[in-house]
């Protein structure tokens, strides 16, 4: 069992930055691909960003050259470095881990869930 907890979130205006970070209990941390999706009121939980047990990154498109992600895994955490900050980006945003080999995308194929975090961008 992993247990994920992010933090980080809050209320930004536009054009402002945030740093999401999640920790995770399992010892064996850098054996997990780490994703980051986000829900909005209404909509489906989509997916954001994800980096591979090996660092290789990939993002929706909506986010890309904005949101970053990135992991220490002597720490136990996965980042999610976001810039330039749109009203569209106001979510829950929740850190997941996958134990597969393979990279993922979507979220039933995620093992692991945090709480969330509230992001709120304002205009």
């Known amino acids: 069992q992993v247990q994920l907890v992010e933090s980080g979130g809050g209320l930004v205006q536009a054009g402002g930055s945030l740093r999401l970070s999640c920790v995770a209990s399992a010892r064996t941390f850098s054996s997990y691909n780490m994703g980051w999706f986000r829900q909005a009121p209404g909509k489906e939980r989509e997916f954001v960003a994800t980096?591979?047990?090996?660092?290789?990154?990939y993002y929706a498109n909506s986010v890309k050259g904005r949101l970053t992600i990135s992991r220490d895994n002597a720490k136990n955490t996965v980042y999610l470095q976001m810039a330039t900050l749109k009203p569209e980006d106001t979510a829950v945003y929740y850190c997941?881990?996958?134990?597969?080999?393979?990279?993922?995308?979507?979220?039933?194929?995620?093992?692991?869930w945090g709480q969330g975090t509230q992001v709120t961008v304002s205009s």
């Open positions: 997941a881990a996958d134990g597969s080999s393979s990279t993922r995308f979507l979220p039933d194929e995620y093992d692991y």
């Open positions: 980096i591979s047990r090996t660092g290789t990154r």
